[in-house]
């Protein structure tokens, strides 16, 4: 059986003392010890066998340097980095996990570490559900911007009257554009979104949260 070594980067005490009792409990995994600052994590690192660290990102230094600590270790090759947290928040979540963290938990759910350490130790970035939501609110956010950015200004204009029920001749009055300039745009959209109706068009466009 693999023993894996593992690493707290924390300044709690506490959180120290029930992360331990939490990892003695697992014949598998071998807490090595706690630091405190990214200095101390990454030198620790270089010189000891840890397979996992646990790094709290809200510890004294700012967040951005706990994102820069998991930058530098990940770029080491030696250690995978689990992000921990007080508390749940979005940005944080999807920061962390662009950072080559391979889970994010908020501390309440201690009982989730020694299996997110298994999982990372094997290369897998196993995402705990507390964290799902965050990432899935950021893909549906990165796929409006991908396909606003396909759209050109006049074709979301004309999408927006199409879900109003204008017609083209509207169209063309409102945009002071002829009827035959609004069919090309709408048969651009049409190939865009690769349907057969400006109807369908404006269904899908709603849906994907562009109009």
């Known amino acids: 059986m693999d023993r894996i070594h593992v690493l707290l980067l924390d300044q709690d005490p506490l959180w120290k003392t029930d992360v331990e009792l ?25 010189l000891l066998p840890v397979h996992v660290i646990l790094m709290d990102v ?6 951005a340097a706990g994102m820069e600590a998991v930058l530098e270790i990940g ?10 947290t007080d508390e749940e928040k ?5 920061e962390a996990m662009g950072h080559l963290t391979y889970n994010y938990i908020v501390k309440t759910h201690l009982k989730d570490i020694p299996e997110a350490i298994r999982a990372a130790y094997c290369n897998y970035s196993q995402i705990h559900p507390s964290s799902a939501g965050a990432i899935r609110n950021e893909m549906a956010r990165m796929m409006q911007i991908r ?5 050109t200004e006049a074709e979301t204009a004309i999408l927006h009257m199409v879900a109003q029920g204008f017609t083209q001749h509207q169209m063309s009055e409102h945009l002071f554009i002829s009827e035959s300039t609004v069919k090309k745009h709408i048969n651009r959209i049409l190939r865009k979104f690769q349907v057969k109706t400006s109807k369908e068009a404006a269904r899908k466009a709603r849906m994907r949260g562009i109009i």
Do not use: N
């Open 22 to 46: 939490c990892l003695k409990k697992e014949p598998d995994l071998v807490f090595i010890g706690a630091v405190a600052t990214k200095e101390e994590a990454i030198q620790a690192v270089s």
């Open 75 to 84: 770029r080491m090759e030696k250690a995978k980095v689990i992000m921990l």
């Open 58 to 63: 809200f510890c004294r230094e700012p967040v």
């Open 90 to 94: 979005e940005d944080c979540i999807v």
């Open 147 to 151: 396909w606003r950015q396909q759209l």
